[in-house]
């Protein structure tokens, strides 16, 4: 069984930049394709970012293209999300969520995830 906690969330003003934190224990992190998720209110949950198990490719999506970076330290078995140039529209939720040797953007497979952390971007 896999924990995930997210940190780093907050308040921003637009242009700002944050780092979200995704601590992971219990297993062994680098079978684990690692996945940023958010959710804004009345929302339904999107896809962020991922990060295969090897760390060899990433995904990002295209509203977050150039502004936001995804990594990982298997050392500290933590993934990070690295959030530049944020505005409003990134206010939301942020979900960490692993999923074992399997390259995937849906939610819906991803098996394990954290309480989430809030980002708020002021304008």
């Known amino acids: 069984q896999v924990q995930l906690v997210e940190s780093g969330g907050g308040l921003v003003q637009a242009g700002g930049s944050l780092r979200l934190s995704c601590a992971a224990s219990g297993g062994t992190f680098t079978v684990y394709t690692m996945g940023w998720f958010r959710q804004a209110p009345e929302k339904e949950r999107e896809f962020v970012a991922d990060i295969t198990w090897g760390g060899g490719s990433t995904y990002s999506a295209d509203s977050v293209k150039g502004r936001f970076t995804i990594s990982r330290d298997n050392a500290k078995n933590t993934a990070y999300l690295q959030m530049n140039s944020l505005n409003p529209e990134d206010t939301a939720v942020y979900y960490c969520?692993?999923?074992?040797?399997?390259?995937?953007?849906?939610?819906?497979?991803?098996?394990?995830w954290g309480q989430g952390t809030q980002v708020t971007v002021s304008s």
């Open positions: 969520a692993a999923v074992k040797f399997r390259s995937t953007t849906s939610h819906n497979e991803f098996r394990y």
